[in-house]
């Protein structure tokens, strides 16, 4: 009886704890991008939701992990297995990685902005947002108007018309 007391004390602090530690992550988050927000509103606040993200998925899986083990789950062989399916996952999904470390990069290094006009992977068009995946591109023609949408990791050489060099 004590020891399952114990165990449930346990559990009870560690989601205490991950739950104490996510709020201060956020306001820490927060911080960071309120001082970050010198350029486009639009390319901060993704980047904040998928730092956001990343923060819970971390928070949630040590917590998990840490909870298991007090419970008595050998977490070593879970952990084991956890990486072979993750390597195996990691082998399928290399086009989505390679996109979101592009995204993770334009973003971070504020080649363009929203609005701005752009040529990238040889389509020339106007920034609309940028998504986790892809940027979105007005295309406009003579006669007709479209989306096109160019994934980061497809973009080999980039030209932006949208601003003077002096802004660079």
């Known amino acids: 009886m004590e020891a399952s007391l114990l165990a449930g004390v346990r559990v009870g602090a560690i989601i205490v704890g991950a739950i104490m530690l996510n709020v201060g992550l956020s306001i820490a988050l927060d911080r ?3 001082r970050a927000d010198s350029g486009d509103a639009d390319r901060i606040a993704s980047l904040r939701q998928v730092a956001r993200t990343a923060q819970r998925l971390l ?13 008595g789950v050998d ?3 879970l952990i084991a297995a956890l990486g072979i399916i993750g390597l195996a996952v990691s082998f399928g999904a290399q086009p989505l990685i390679r996109d979101i ?5 334009f973003v971070l290094a504020d080649n363009f902005r929203t609005g701005e006009a752009v040529m990238m992977d040889g389509k020339r068009g106007e920034v609309l947002k940028f998504e986790l995946r892809c940027v979105v591109l007005r295309m406009v023609d003579d006669s007709d108007e479209w989306l096109a949408y160019v994934p980061y990791s497809k973009i080999g050489t980039l030209e932006n018309f949208g601003r003077a060099i002096e802004d660079a």
């Open 75 to 77: 977490i070593g062989a």
């Open 32 to 34: 960071f991008f309120v």
């Open 101 to 105: 470390i592009g995204y993770i990069s």
């Open 59 to 71: 928070l949630t899986a040590i917590a998990g992990l840490l909870i298991l083990d007090t419970v």
